[in-house]
């Protein structure tokens, strides 16, 4: 499927190690990049999930090329245990996809013009809707928190006085406007975070992301391996705990410092104590993937 660069892909297959029989779950198949080879690699099955109608449409000529090994389900990650009670393998590339970032008209990016719209699953509340009705103190903290953004209050205030903002160009002139002329000297665009942000809020990625690995654990069979793959901070800071607190590195209570809550042992062992990161080649091939992160856990019998 053209126009898709799955990201680490051979660390992902490296991690997951597919093989015969077994069933895999691909809980963002976006572009179908990971599913085509774990299916290429192995005789398995995989469900490929994705709250993307567009994606899971452009998926049915997978379908028919693997001949009913792969099922695609249209829904979010997070409730991956709603559609399968088992799994040798679940791997999640987390964000926006290649191709929902190329579609001015989904309204990601500021690249183009377009709505400003930023719903992967097309349903519920835009970013139109969010930056038009917001208060200045819920604009400011969705800047700041989900974009790490230190001039968030000057960029809810400048927003708030321009609006109504219906379009991507629109809000980024806004923003880089906010920012001032110093910020036109970083290597990033100045609207770059707070798209990040809106992004996040609209589509509650953190929150998906946390119910998602929690989903994820709860049907992996043991010796089943979960593959994350991040793209910021944020993300990876929750899947970095999530394996720590869950696996064999973390810290045990003892008789001179009890647990704080009943050690019911460890769900996972690390497969990466430091996140793997894309190589020199890949990021030249595909810029994109610059700020990957691949954290990856074993699922034990406990």
Do not use: W
């Not at 093989?19 to 080879?37: E, H, I, K, P």
């Not at 690995?213 to 069979?221: G, K, M, N, V």
């Amino acid at each position: 499927m053209s126009g898709h660069l799955p990201v680490m892909l051979n660390e992902v297959l490296e991690m997951l190690q597919p093989r015969d029989g077994a069933q895999y779950v691909d809980g963002t198949f976006g572009g179908g990049g990971y599913s085509t080879a774990i299916l290429e690699a192995a005789d398995c099955r995989v469900l490929g999930i994705d709250r993307d109608p567009a994606a899971i449409a452009r998926g049915q000529a997978l379908v028919e090329r693997f001949g009913g090994r792969l099922t695609l389900v249209q829904g979010e990650f997070s409730q991956m245990d709603q559609f399968t009670d088992s799994s040798d393998g679940v791997v999640l590339d987390l964000g926006v996809s290649s191709f929902q970032f190329d579609q001015p008209e989904r309204g990601f990016s500021f690249r183009e013009d377009g709505p400003l719209d930023m719903r992967m699953s097309l349903a519920g509340d835009s970013a139109a809707d969010f930056v038009n009705s917001a208060s200045h103190s819920e604009l400011a903290s969705v800047i700041a928190r989900f974009g790490e953004e230190k001039n968030a209050r000057r960029i809810a205030t400048a927003i708030i006085a321009a609006r109504p903002v219906t379009g991507t160009a629109q809000l980024a002139r806004i923003v880089s406007e906010a920012q001032g002329p110093a910020a036109l000297r970083h290597a990033i665009h100045p609207a770059t975070r707070t798209f990040q942000a809106l992004r996040i809020h609209v589509n509650d990625e953190l929150g998906e992301l946390e119910r998602g690995l929690d989903a994820a654990q709860a049907i992996l069979r043991p010796q089943g391996r979960l593959v994350v793959v991040s793209f910021h901070s944020l993300e990876d800071r929750i899947v970095k705990q999530f394996l720590s607190r869950r696996s064999t590195a973390a810290p045990r209570g003892s008789r001179h410092a009890p647990a704080a809550a009943p050690d019911t042992g460890a769900a996972f062992r690390l497969l990466t104590t430091r996140p793997r990161v894309p190589s020199a080649e890949e990021i030249a091939a595909n810029p994109r993937s610059r700020s990957a992160k691949l954290r990856a856990g074993l699922r034990l019998a406990a």
